[in-house]
């Protein structure tokens, strides 16, 4: 079916709200700026966006999905371990491709996703493809069991990789003097342990 003019138009404001960002910073993400860069009347995103902060939720919510897509098209292994460690290698190189969409999803303050309904279910599609690769596997702790155990384990791997991830895109790892060979061995080391702490529970 083909696209109507209003689709179309809906698509382009997000685009160019989502370039705004880029230039200018998301503190100054406006409506009426989106209007003028798109050379549409300041009434027309209205049509579409109540406010601000809708727009910045269909940019977010579009970011979750091309992060999701990243992830489902990583190298698929068989091997339980081994995919979840190309799961791994695929969410550090999105985050290294596209830092600004990391930025927005993960170090950015969002709108409330109760009221932007399909910004959380990008997020939490994107959740639940590690939520569910782990929840595959023969994983325990006796030590201590929990209710949905693959949801926290999900949250440890996450915090790890967007700590990871955000070290890269921060200026720190130079200011301490680590080269690229360095940073190529603490993600090999990190990814290792990862895999330890996991293979300790099965």
């Known amino acids: 079916m083909p696209r ?7 698509d382009a404001l997000v685009d160019e709200a989502f370039a705004s960002i880029e230039e200018r910073g998301v503190e100054q993400l406006s409506l009426r700026d989106v209007a003028r860069r798109l050379g549409v009347s300041h009434q027309a995103p209205y049509k579409h966006f109540p406010s601000r902060n809708h727009i910045l939720a269909a940019v977010v919510a579009r970011c979750f999905q091309s992060f999701a897509d990243h992830l489902e098209t990583r190298p698929v292994s068989p091997e339980p371990f081994e995919d979840l460690g190309q799961m791994g290698l695929a969410y550090l190189d999105f985050a290294a491709k596209h830092p600004l969409k990391y930025r927005l999803m993960f170090n950015t303050p969002l709108p409330d996703g109760k009221e932007h309904e399909e910004m959380l279910a990008q997020a939490q599609h994107a959740f639940s493809l590690l939520r569910d690769r ?9 030590h201590h069991p929990v209710v949905d155990s693959a949801k926290h384990d999900a949250l440890f791997i996450w915090s790890a990789l967007h700590g990871f991830a955000s070290l890269m895109q921060s200026d720190v790892t130079d200011t301490v003097g680590l080269d690229n060979l360095e940073k190529a061995i603490a993600l090999e ?9 996991l293979n300790a529970e099965s």
């Open 4 to 10: 109507t003019k209003q689709e179309n138009l809906k």
């Open 134 to 142: 782990l929840g595959t596997m023969s994983l325990r702790d006796p």
């Open 189 to 197: 080391r990190m990814m290792r342990r990862l895999s330890l702490a």
